[in-house]
């Protein structure tokens, strides 16, 4: 089991930054892929962007490419999500997950651990 909790969170307006933190205890030791996905009000979750268990790897969706990065710190059992030149659209609740699949996961489903959530909300 994993346990996942998010931090850093908040309210900010367009054009500003906030790094994101994902703190993982439990069996840590195993190789996870993490992922961040974000759901808007009345929206499905989706994906947002990810990284390989040893951070060699990260993957964006279109809509944060560029803007956005995530990164990992295995001694701190630690990943970040980086955003800058935060938008409007991009209020929403932002979770961090972990899964075991090594294959890029982008869907709710491929993911077995989630955390709670932390809230980001960009004015206009």
């Known amino acids: 089991q994993v346990q996942l909790v998010e931090s850093g969170g908040g309210l900010v307006q367009a054009g500003d930054s906030l790094r994101l933190s994902c703190v993982a205890s439990?069996?840590?030791?195993?190789?996870?892929?993490k992922g961040w996905f974000r759901q808007a009000a009345g929206k499905e979750r989706e994906f947002v962007a990810g990284?390989?268990?040893?951070?060699?790897?990260?993957d964006y969706a279109d809509s944060v490419k560029g803007r956005w990065t995530i990164s990992g710190d295995n001694a701190k059992a630690t990943v970040y999500l980086q955003m800058n030149s935060l938008k409007p659209e991009d209020t929403a609740v932002y979770y961090c997950?972990?899964?075991?699949?090594?294959?890029?996961?982008?869907?709710?489903?491929?993911?077995?651990?989630w955390g709670q959530g932390t809230q980001v909300t960009v004015s206009s």
């Open positions: 997950a972990a899964t075991q699949r090594s294959n890029w996961p982008k869907e709710t489903y491929e993911y077995d651990y």
């Open positions: 439990g069996r840590t030791n195993r190789r996870y892929t």
């Open positions: 990284i390989s268990w040893d951070g060699g790897t990260t």
